[in-house]
């Protein structure tokens, strides 16, 4: 079955640090991958998608994420995070018209 | 570009009581539309989505329903809550994966 995997459930960097969030999915062909965050009692706003071509896209506030079809991975990363960017993140999967989302990781960024 | 209207923002219903949620899209025709629920402290898990008028496919058995009456607009509802259907609930649209997903602001309802 189709799945999606965010094996962290909750992560807490210091405000400056790197951040990488993890993410993986099972599934036959390379489905196309997006990541959303959601911020406490908010919609999902979208951060970066990917459907083809060069494997590393870039997104809105700063972040970025890497397709490895190798590793079935679609990470998310930014190289210095600003408390604003505490909330939930959520990687998920479109396949056939639907999309499928992992569990979510919640990051806290400590001062 | 695709914006998504859900009302109300939040919700409480005694257990036993009916539930109308209604989503409305704006800004585009003919979309993919679909239901997500968020329990607390969990993912988003796909509850209905809908390819046109009338057409609505259920994603988990459950005490709820969906319709579609017109292009625009997509309702879930419920002829009696139980306790379990507490949750966040969120409308999306789609034209087609490539263009991505929109998401409403979402109504949070708490059953009593």
């Known amino acids: 079955a189709q799945s999606v995997t965010q094996p962290d459930i909750h992560i807490t960097v210091s405000e400056g640090a790197s951040l990488e969030l993890r993410c993986n999915y099972s599934y036959g062909a390379t489905p196309y991958l997006f990541w959303y965050v959601q911020s406490p009692g908010q919609g999902l706003q979208l951060l970066l998608k990917?459907?083809?071509?060069?494997?590393l896209v870039q997104g809105i506030k700063g972040f970025e994420a890497e397709f490895k079809r190798s590793q079935s991975s679609f990470n998310l990363r930014k190289p210095s995070v600003h408390w604003s960017d505490a909330a939930e993140y959520f990687c998920a999967v479109g396949i056939r018209g639907k999309l499928i989302f992992g569990q979510g990781t919640e990051l806290s960024v400590k001062p | 570009s695709q914006t998504i209207h859900q009302w109300p923002a939040t919700l409480v219903q005694p257990v036993g009581s009916p539930l109308s949620l209604e989503c409305t899209v704006e800004g585009t025709s003919n979309p993919n539309l679909y239901w997500y629920r968020q329990a607390a402290g969990r993912g988003l898990q796909l509850l209905f989505y809908s390819v046109g008028i009338g057409q609505i496919s259920s994603e988990v058995p459950q005490n709820l329903s969906a319709s579609r009456p017109q292009d625009r607009q997509f309702i879930l509802s419920s002829k009696k809550l139980l306790l379990s259907d507490s949750g966040f609930y969120l409308c999306?649209?789609?034209?087609?994966?490539?263009?991505?997903?929109?998401f409403g602001s979402g109504t949070r309802l708490t059953v009593v």
């Open positions: 999306a649209a789609s034209l087609r994966a490539s263009y991505g997903y929109t």
């Open positions: 990917y459907f083809s071509g060069d494997t």
